[in-house]
Nanobody
Framework: QVQLVESGGGLVQAGGSLRLSCAAS???????MGWFRQAPGKEREFVAT????????NYADSVKGRFTISRDNRKNTVYLQMSSLKPEDTAVYSC????????????????WGQGTQVTVSS
């Protein structure tokens, strides 16, 4: 079993930055860790993912060049640095763990956190 706890969300103005953290307990060695988001009335969508050693990463087109995913395996934590935030980035952001390398498919993630709210004002 893996438990995930996100933090770092909040209210920020458009153009601002936030860094989300996701601390994992349990075995994540060898697993990919990713971020997804869900806006009100919309389906959960893929944001970014990284492999265990960080050599494979994928990003949604909507966040490429603005968001950066990273992980510290000593701390069992994955981060999402978000810059140049837009109102359309407003959503609940959740992290997840998969045994598939850097997959963008939400159905291939086995464990999920509860999420942290990110609100970007215009």
């Amino acid at each position: 079993q893996v438990q995930l706890v996100e933090s770092g969300g909040g209210l920020v103005q458009a153009g601002g930055s936030l860094r989300l953290s996701c601390a994992a307990s349990g075995r994540t060695a060898g697993y990919a860790m990713g971020w997804f988001r869900q806006a009100p009335g919309k389906e959960r969508e893929f944001v970014a993912t990284t492999s265990w050693v960080g050599d494979f990463q994928n990003y949604a087109d909507s966040v490429k060049g603005r968001f950066t995913i990273s992980r510290d395996n000593r701390k069992n934590t994955v981060y999402l640095q978000m810059s140049s935030l837009k109102p359309e980035d407003t959503a609940v952001y959740s992290c997840a763990v998969s045994d598939q390398i850097a997959t963008m498919v939400k159905g291939e993630y086995k464990y999920w956190g509860q999420g942290t709210q990110v609100t970007v004002s215009s």
